[in-house]
């Protein structure tokens, strides 16, 4: 679990490799705050975290997951499963549109109302998704499903922030891409630290030992990041590349492990010169043609062009007759 305004890790855990990532987003609910905006993947995607977010008066955005969480039209307090498949398809084929809908999420004894958008996407992007799919079944042995196909198709969304907030797709969109980060992030553990490779075989305590070594060097790599990227913003409303700044300790990680030698006050004067030099040196350039979505959520350029279509509530009822 990664704060996107810190760009420090709340959470960092091991756990058995069988255990599922819906079993893990059950345990967030002591984190919750009031106005928190979690942001999941939709293999976080789980009914009793949402409701245990609501209850806290925080807010949540997911992409959704068919195959684990229900969506239900509701009349005269009576719910109604809605299929979402066959919904789709019989929405209005044009590209680019985004049908919204309010109703709700949950099982048989929880339902949260939410807003849920379906996004057609462009083609290109439609068949680049069906190519990863086809590359991963083959992978495994097997052919991908018609349904898992046809969701190739759209984007879908579910969020519980309510219309008054005035939060449109184009926000929620930004919002979400903005949990990028933590792929970021953990691709950096890897591809530099290492985090995800290991010399030792047999021992399995020597193996968790080197894990949470390199599990305390990650957090002291983000709490320097996160002070950079505070004070660079704060002073010239620039960004700090989190990449580089990984790049750049690793680099001189050698000197920090002599300045631990030598002691405290060493370590503390080597930090703050570290990070003063992450600031100057490893800041994330501007690109004109290809913004990052913190630019385009500030200047509100995300989603431009897209048809916005709101889907009546008793054409939704027909839908799921």
């Not at 809908?101 to 004894?109: H, S």
Request: hydrophobic fraction near 35%; charged fraction near 30%.
């Amino acid at each position: 679990m990664l704060d996107y305004k810190t760009g420090l890790p709340e959470v960092m855990e091991l756990k058995e490799e069988r255990e599922p990532d819906q079993s893990y987003a059950k345990r967030i609910k002591d984190r919750v705050g009031k106005n928190d905006l979690f942001i999941f993947d939709q293999g976080y995607a789980v009914t009793p975290t949402f409701k245990e977010i609501e209850q806290q008066g925080g807010y949540f955005i997911s992409k959704l997951n068919i195959w684990s969480v229900n969506l239900y039209t509701e009349s005269e307090g009576k719910y109604k499963r809605i299929d979402v498949l066959k919904m789709l398809n019989k929405l209005d084929e044009g590209i680019e549109k985004v049908t919204q809908i309010e109703c709700y999420v949950g099982n048989k004894d929880t339902k949260i109302k939410v807003r849920f958008f379906a996004h057609r996407v462009r083609q290109s992007i439609a068949d680049q998704r069906r190519r990863r799919l086809y590359k991963k079944a083959r992978r495994e042995g097997r052919k991908p499903s018609k349904a898992a196909l046809q969701l190739c198709n759209w984007n879908l969304i579910i969020s519980n922030i309510e219309k008054k907030k005035r939060i449109s797709y184009s926000h929620i969109v930004g919002f979400y891409k903005i949990r990028w980060n933590i792929e970021i992030f953990f691709k950096q553990l890897k591809s530099i630290l290492n985090i995800n490779k290991t010399a030792t075989k047999t021992n399995g305590y020597r193996f968790t030992t080197e894990i949470i070594g390199k599990f305390i060097l990650a957090i002291f790599i983000s709490y320097c990041y996160s002070i950079a990227r505070k004070n660079s913003w704060d002073e010239s409303g620039i960004e700090i590349s989190i990449e580089k700044t990984v790049k750049y300790f690793k680099r001189h990680v050698w000197e920090l492990i002599e300045k631990i030698k030598r002691g405290l006050k060493h370590v503390i004067k080597f930090i703050k010169g570290l990070i003063r030099k992450i600031i100057h040196r490893c800041q994330k350039y501007r690109q004109r043609s290809r913004q990052n979505s913190l630019d385009m959520l500030i200047e509100g350029r995300i989603c431009k062009g897209v048809e916005y279509v709101k889907l009546p509530r008793t054409k939704l009822i027909k839908f799921v007759s």
